[in-house]
């Protein structure tokens, strides 16, 4: 198994281009999530899906859409990019969701930096 | 809303002294109790899980962690720091069955002094 996999690594944006995070993963795993990582911020939930079409919104969604038409993958759109969206993005998956007894599992990341 | 405070941002400790580092959650019922390490670069790792049952809870690494409910406290400890184990951690709490959402605290930097 590759686990969950995350691409790019690192990408630079200028302020309103677009963009898509991809987030894949082969364990069949019906929960995925999106957390955004900034120094002495912790890890926020951006958007999370329990289920091929079935998404909803986190703590800091604004900014960020996400569609779910596979169980493997989870990709998070930038339609517009800004600055304050400059961090790293980890997707992460489970079996179920964080209040099963099932371990999730965190991609290597993606670091964004928009200009 | 259920939230993570991790007082201390920054601790150094030398190798072979013990470690606690502490977490305090906000939640009225029983939440389920992560502790995750990362590592320079690295996603995160899961080191132990409370959820239920013996407040005592073991982990990977030789960490362990005390749920104690009256403290509203999960501090994470290990009785002998390695050099490999400076890093970042990361406590996170869920408030209970049938939530889908992990919330973090802000992590605490662990340094370690050879």
């Known amino acids: 198994n590759a686990g969950v996999t995350q691409t790019p690594k690192f990408q630079v944006l200028k302020t309103g281009q677009s963009m898509t995070l991809q987030c894949a993963q082969d364990?069949?795993?019906?929960?995925m999530s999106w957390y955004r990582q900034d120094p002495g911020m912790g890890l926020r939930l951006i958007h999370y899906?329990?289920?091929?079409?079935?998404?909803d919104q986190g703590e800091v969604p604004n900014g960020y859409n996400v569609s779910r038409s596979t169980t493997e993958d989870f990709p998070l759109r930038l339609l517009s990019a800004a600055p304050s969206q400059t961090s790293v993005y980890f997707c992460a998956s489970s079996l179920q969701g964080p209040s099963s007894y099932n371990e999730q599992f965190f991609g290597p990341g993606t670091r964004l930096t928009v200009l | 809303a259920q939230s993570v405070t991790q007082p201390d941002i920054h601790i150094t400790v030398s190798e072979g002294a013990s470690l606690e580092l502490r977490c305090n959650y906000s939640?009225?019922?029983?939440?389920?109790l992560f502790w995750y390490v990362q590592s320079p670069g690295q996603g995160l790792q899961l080191l132990l899980k409370?959820?239920?049952?013996?407040?005592l809870v073991q982990g990977i690494k030789g960490f362990e962690a005390e749920f104690k409910r009256s403290q509203s406290s999960f501090n994470l400890r290990k009785p002998s720091v390695h050099w490999s184990d400076a890093a970042e951690y990361f406590c996170?709490?869920?408030?209970?069955?049938?939530?889908?959402?992990?919330?973090f605290g802000k992590g605490t930097k662990l340094s370690v002094i050879p």
């Open positions: 939640y009225g019922a029983t939440p389920y």
């Open positions: 409370y959820f239920s049952g013996d407040t």
């Open positions: 899906s329990v289920g091929a079409g079935i998404t």
């Open positions: 996170a709490v869920v408030s209970g069955a049938g939530s889908y959402q992990l919330t």
């Open positions: 364990m069949n795993h019906e929960y």
